[in-house]
């Protein structure tokens, strides 16, 4: 990827509100050195300073602050819906899955992860995409077999992404009907011409 390809698509991202919820999600760190007068994050202790060995859930925006290349404070754990029995039954049937019970930016938070050098990171990068994969048909089938119908039961167990997808999918098949049908085709009178005719009209009558 070039620079300018890179700069793009961190902007994009930067003001991306999906992107910025998906950073709030919190997973499990642990702490490796002593960090003091921030005692407070750890309910089960009055002590000031958070000791090495406490285990405490951070936001990702922290918690990349904490554990990366230049410093290694806390320790990062795959949460819980990324670990191995997961993956295997994202493997299995990924459609059973509840994945906004799970977490509402699902793939979002599980690509953000793959920021940090965990052992297993290529396994979630994997399970990621297999999983999204494994539900894209079915997605989209219903997206359009849905169009004039209640969805919400349809996209209850979809994470964001997935939702948006669904309302593209149902966007797309609408588009088509109105080409189909050669409504797109009809030449309609724009709204500021018809303004301009009402201004006309009304000034006609006033100087009568």
């Not at 407070?40 to 936001?59: A, F, I, N, W």
Request: proline share 4%; hydrophobic share 35%.
């Amino acid at each position: 990827m070039s620079q300018s390809s890179a700069s793009a698509k961190a902007s994009e991202e930067y003001f991306s509100l999906g992107d910025i919820l998906s950073t709030q999600e919190k997973l499990p760190c642990k702490v490796e050195m002593p960090i003091h007068r921030l005692g407070y994050l750890d309910l089960s202790s009055d002590d000031d300073t958070l000791r090495p060995g406490t285990k405490l859930e951070l936001p990702f925006w922290l918690a990349g602050s904490l554990c990366s290349r230049r410093r290694h404070i806390v320790s990062v754990e795959l949460p819980r819906a990324y670990r191995e029995n997961y993956r295997q039954v994202f493997k299995a049937d990924p459609n059973v899955v509840d994945l906004h019970k799970l977490g509402p930016y699902f793939y979002g938070f599980g690509s953000h992860l793959l920021s940090f050098n965990h052992p297993q990171a290529s396994d979630v990068a994997n399970s990621l995409v297999r999983t999204f994969q494994g539900r894209f048909r079915r997605i989209m089938d219903c997206a359009q077999n849905a169009l004039n119908t209640d969805t919400s039961q349809l996209t209850e167990k979809l994470d964001e992404s997935e939702r948006r997808l669904f309302v593209a999918g149902q966007q797309g098949l609408h588009h088509f009907e109105r080409w189909e049908t050669r409504r797109t085709e009809q030449l309609q009178t724009s709204t500021m011409v018809l303004k301009h005719r009402k201004r006309k009209r009304a000034l006609v009558s006033e100087a009568q």
